[in-house]
């Protein structure tokens, strides 16, 4: 059987923390992040040196499935001018 390597951890990782948390409140960066991060599947993504990117794509599909249909790209938790 062929050995496979973990996957990275980044348990006291701040920036994995802040992206995670900015597409629950951002809807544009949510719809972003998710169709990067699980579009075609053909393009590479580069090496994620200190984000765990797995844990974003989670929580942008999360996000991006919870974010009310019909409405336009806002900033959660700001006021509507």
């Known amino acids: 059987m062929r050995h496979v390597p973990n996957l990275p951890t980044y348990d006291k990782d701040a920036t994995t ?6 597409v629950h409140l951002d809807d544009a960066f949510a719809r972003y992040a998710h169709q990067e ?10 090496l994620p040196l200190g984000v765990n990117l797995l844990a974003l794509a989670r929580h942008a599909s999360l996000a991006t499935a ?16």
């Open 17 to 22: 923390r802040l992206l995670c948390s900015s």
């Open 66 to 81: 919870t974010a009310p249909a019909g409405r336009p790209p806002t900033r959660r938790g700001t006021r509507p001018t």
């Open 37 to 46: 991060l699980s579009g075609d599947r053909l393009t590479a993504t580069g």
